[in-house]
């Protein structure tokens, strides 16, 4: 006898058996025992979720002599000539070869003569966005005034390119991507119906390369099967034979690059190639575990929104601390890039050793996320004290040149406020993050309308960091923490080519004093 793939074997035949489109069944079901049903529906959403199924099902169901709680009996003489594809009531027709206008024309002949046996004659047309404009026009006039025995059931995976007169005339349906805990459920269940030993683990793996379609879950897990016939299918069994990549790989590699070793790099990544393993689902897996990494950096609860093993977790919990959450959408950023890239490229080894390159050399890259990476490894280094002269290096320095003060007024009164944050200004930013404190130690304050505290950037990177909103904000807390009182600030750029002192009040000058950093290398303000 010949062999059944799993996705066949194990189609739903009733209603019950549907899995992760609760809300579309049941309200099916509430229809047909209603007697309710409509003339013309729309199942739209992305492959193996269950449309054809579900369109199935109800046919057999409608016309069923012994319906059960609204699914078909499946016993009845019409539900076995439905099963068996003799019928003449249900018409499948699949639109992506069929998508000419003669093709429409000859539906709408036939609907014209009642069924034959049951009571509806019903069209499944598959990937119905596949018909040509002059078969979707054919087809609008049927479709909106069918006779009463006849149902049109559209499934699409693109319904995007449905035109709106066919929208309008049906009752859409959108099927969701199925889960994982509902896809590795149900591989559970039929695994023990197959008397096939499966780990948990491996099943998980499945469920989560399906990306939310149970027959690509059946597929992929068929073709383990047959690799390893007759054997406990493990974990290592379905990487080795997807071609996939275990997470403690994932983090080796983030481990080198966040030492900037290429070479140790490049090794891995042959070894990946020399196992055979897909490079572009490693592309996919490794992002998944930066963003996992990043969830985890900016929350302390995300166990539950993570599908990972509680060892797996531990483990990004330790690497989020060696990583900041700035480089790691930078990372992101790369290898989302990457990922559109190699699609359809050829030597896709090529543009991963590019991008693991870019990750540790964030100088090759002139965007603002690789400039901030750049300035966090070089403050790194120098907390570590890693920078080390080999032989003196002399400047010549310039001649000071005599500066004429500017005439700005002054103003009579600064705000208390105000006075007491320029006054403690060098406390107050080392409390903020390095970034930003990096770029505050060459900002300028000044006093804007309203009693506000105005800081000027002469470069546009610092003002357009520390004028993001998330920043900004940090520190106007840091401000109000410090002093207790609440003080609005206000952040602005230098014009190019100007000097502070010609544009604005240096409130320095008012308050008499010198603004200094202390930190170790005693640098003025």
């Not at 990549?245 to 490049?266: A, H, K, N, P, Y």
């Amino acid at each position: 006898m010949a062999y059944t793939a799993l996705y066949r074997k194990f189609r739903p035949d009733n209603f019950e058996d549907v899995k992760g489109q609760s809300h579309i069944v049941t309200t099916l079901q509430n229809q047909i025992k209603a007697e309710r049903m409509g003339h013309a529906y729309l199942f739209c959403g992305t492959r193996g979720t269950g449309k054809t199924s579900i369109a199935k099902i109800f046919a057999r169901a409608v016309n069923c002599e012994h319906p059960v709680n609204g699914s078909p009996c499946n016993e009845c003489a019409v539900c076995r000539s439905i099963n068996a594809g003799t019928s003449m009531n249900v018409i499948e027709i699949d639109a992506a070869s069929n998508n000419g206008v003669d093709n429409i024309r000859e539906i709408v002949e036939e609907v014209q003569y009642s069924p034959a046996e049951g009571k509806y004659k019903v069209y499944i047309i598959d990937e119905v966005h596949m018909l040509s404009i002059g078969a979707f026009n054919a087809l609008l006039k049927t479709l909106e005034e069918p006779p009463s025995y006849v149902i049109f059931i559209l499934a699409t995976t693109e319904v995007h390119k449905i035109p709106i007169t066919i929208l309008s005339r049906c009752q859409r349906y959108d099927f969701k991507r199925i889960t994982i805990e509902t896809i590795a459920s149900r591989l559970e269940d039929l695994m023990k119906t197959e008397q096939i030993e499966v780990e948990e683990k491996a099943i998980r793996y499945i469920a989560k390369a399906a990306d939310g379609s149970m027959r690509d879950a059946l597929s992929l897990l068929d073709q383990c099967i047959a690799f390893y016939l007759g054997k406990t299918l493990t974990y290592d069994n379905v990487l080795e034979v997807l071609g996939a990549v275990d997470t403690e790989v994932f983090s080796r590699f983030l481990r080198r690059i966040l030492d900037e070793d290429i070479v140790g790099l490049m090794k891995m990544l042959e070894e990946l190639v020399m196992q055979g393993r897909e490079l572009g689902q490693f592309v996919i897996d490794f992002t998944w575990y930066l963003r996992n990494l990043l969830l985890i950096s900016t929350s302390d609860n995300m166990e539950d929104v993570l599908d990972i093993s509680s060892e797996n977790l531990a483990r990004l919990k330790e690497e989020a601390t060696m990583v900041d959450q700035d480089r790691l959408m930078r990372y992101i950023r790369v290898f989302s890039e990457l990922s559109g890239q190699i699609k359809y490229a050829v030597q896709k080894r090529i543009f991963i050793e590019i991008a693991l390159i870019k990750l540790c050399k964030p100088a090759m890259e002139n965007n603002l996320e690789s400039v901030i990476d750049r300035i966090t490894k070089l403050e790194e280094k120098l907390e570590k004290g890693d920078f080390v002269s080999t032989k003196p290096v002399s400047y010549a320095q310039p001649e000071p040149q005599p500066v004429t003060a500017p005439d700005l007024p002054l103003p009579k009164a600064i705000p208390e406020e105000v006075k007491q944050v320029v006054e403690n200004w060098p406390a107050i930013i080392r409390n903020t993050s390095k970034t930003v404190q990096t770029f505050l130690k060459n900002a300028k304050l000044s006093l804007a309308g309203d009693n506000r505290l105005l800081i000027v950037f002469k470069d546009d990177l610092a003002f357009g960091f520390v004028g993001n909103e998330n920043h900004k904000d940090e520190l106007q807390k840091q401000i109000s923490d410090y002093i207790g009182k609440e003080i609005e600030i206000e952040i602005r750029l230098l014009d190019e080519g100007s000097r502070f002192e010609e544009t604005y009040v240096n409130i320095e000058q008012a308050i008499n004093m010198e603004i200094t950093i202390e930190d170790d290398n005693k640098e003025e303000f």
